[in-house]
């Protein structure tokens, strides 16, 4: 194998997929970047065995072949030429030469054979999006997820197809998070379940693609295709909570507020909080007073007012600081509602005007 390539576009393909290299000291060719050299093309693959990818790189091949090499020896030598424009990359007896205009580099090499295979999925039945589409979706919601739960179900992000809405949702028992996305119809999609830490990839990987992406679903498996990237991901075979029964219908206290001066006091209240990061909100429409209060015994309190619109009825309860902070860099809008069903009930936030998205979060005992 010998090739030649702009060092820019290979550094770009090498980092994305160096991030999904696997870590498996039983199979220690996963920590490597598959490279395969035809056609005027230069394939780069990595795999998890739980999440896959693909990219492509335009190269002039002088050489067609394979190798595999140690994904993160690759990628950090290739950040660390700052100055170079092309790249010259060759196979001699098993070790990979890569030459610039300044340096000269020999890189030991893996065992080819040994390398998974990344699925490809037909896209018989596929339908596609905007990737910014699916990337807000998964942004919204995925903080919501639990991490390393029991439960595969509540580790994953629920997406659903309903109407015109593609839905994202997403919780932890403790909290809920659900985005409407406005999309074409998509006649054979039903619903799938994204590993969390897989959401999380996906959102890195496809974050800066402009394009419309393909999406094929197949045997537990989603494939996504966009900007030159393919990305194979494992899904859950589950089935997610019926979340709806728990959002309250009825709203007995409502603050409306704007969002930064929320943002900004819960800063300044998660210097007081104790070890269990808890708030204290107090809702007074008759004082027209909405406070938050932390308080942490080794350290001393305090108690922050906020400018509010209030209405219904007197409520003091706890929450979970991160648990209600999370949610605001999911709401665009200047201002939010703040929902409040009563003592023991959940607290339902969403942006003034918009009904896309909607988050809940249970509140906790008072201590």
Known sequence: ?????????????????????????????????????????????????????????????????????????LSSFLNSLSKEKSITLELVDQVLKVVTSNTETSIKTLNLEDFPIVPTIADDEGFSLPAKDLVNGLKSVHYAAAVGSMKPELSSIFINYEGENLVFAATDSFRLAEKKIKVKKIPHFKYILI?????????????????????????????????????????????????????????????????????????????????????HLTVSPLKKKFEIETKNSNIGQNTYAIQAAIEGE??????????????????????????????????????????????????????
């Open 314 to 367: 007197e409520l003091e309860i706890n929450v979970n600081h991160k648990y209600f902070t999370d949610c605001f860099q999911s709401i665009p809008a200047d201002s939010v509602d703040v929902k409040f069903a009563g003592q023991a009930r959940p607290i339902v936030i969403d942006g003034v005007g918009d009904k896309t998205f909607m988050y809940l979060v249970m509140p906790m005992n008072r201590s």
């Open 195 to 279: 590993p969390q830490k897989n959401a999380g990839e996906i959102i890195r990987i496809f974050d800066s693609v402009d394009d419309d992406i393909s999406i094929s679903i197949h045997d537990n498996q989603i494939a996504l295709t966009g900007g030159g990237i393919y990305l194979v991901s494992r899904i859950i075979d589950g089935v997610f909570p019926d979340y709806r029964q728990i959002i309250p219908k009825e709203t007995t206290s409502k603050v409306v507020v704007l969002k930064q001066d929320l943002v900004t006091s819960l800063k300044t209240s998660l210097i007081f909080s104790d070890t269990f990061n808890q708030l």
């Open 1 to 73: 194998m010998k090739i030649e390539c702009i060092k820019e576009r290979l550094s770009e393909s090498v980092s994305k997929a160096e991030k999904i290299a696997g870590k498996n000291p039983t199979l220690p060719v996963l920590a490597g970047l598959f490279l395969e050299a035809k056609d005027n093309t230069l394939t780069i693959r990595a795999t998890n065995l739980d999440l896959g990818i693909s990219t492509t790189v335009p190269a002039k091949v002088i050489e067609p072949g394979q190798v595999v090499v140690p994904a993160q020896i």
